[in-house]
Each structure stands twice: as C-alpha cells, then as structure tokens.
C-alpha cells in the first residue's frame, strides 16, 4: 500500500488532552490507524477508552493535542485554526 491514494486515512501517534479545571485528562496516547481505500474498519473498546475522541479527532471535528491525521495525503490539521 505505497500508494498515498490507497491508503485513504492514516493517523500517526495522535494525543488529545482535555483540562477539568487544573487538572489535565489524557485521552488518547499514541493512537495510529491506517484504513484503505475501500476497506471497513469497526472501533471497539470499553466505555471511557477514547473511542469516540478517536473519531472525533479522525473526522477533523476535534483537533489534536499531538500526532497528525492525513486524508488522501493532506495533513486535515496542518493549517491554522483561524485559516
């Protein structure tokens, strides 16, 4: 799967941090995922584990704290929030 078109999602080493008032809550740690073009993937896993943040932070609506998602080979987070 060298093909960047066929390796349709790829996240790499995704963090995603939330702060309850001083304290910090460490969702994700290192979370990869690579889906290719046509597959179907199915997330599961005990309530709490983050794999709703997972989704979240894959379909762009979360940002995250660390790693990177690419999306047909574009970085999804590596412009500015306000771009």
């Known amino acids: 799967m060298s ?3 066929a390796r349709l999602l790829v996240a790499d080493d995704l963090e ?3 702060r309850t008032g001083p304290e910090t809550v460490r ?3 290192g979370a990869s995922i690579t ?3 046509g597959e179907m993937v199915a997330l ?3 309530s709490g ?3 709703s ?6 379909a762009a609506l979360d940002r995250p704290s660390g790693g990177r998602v690419l999306f047909q080979g574009e970085d ?6 306000a771009g």
């Open 3 to 5: 093909n960047p078109v």
């Open 16 to 18: 995603r941090e939330y």
């Open 27 to 29: 969702v994700l740690r």
């Open 35 to 37: 889906v290719g073009a």
């Open 44 to 46: 599961v896993g005990a």
């Open 49 to 51: 584990v983050g794999k």
């Open 53 to 58: 943040t997972l989704l979240h932070v894959l």
């Open 76 to 81: 999804l987070f590596a412009r500015s929030e």
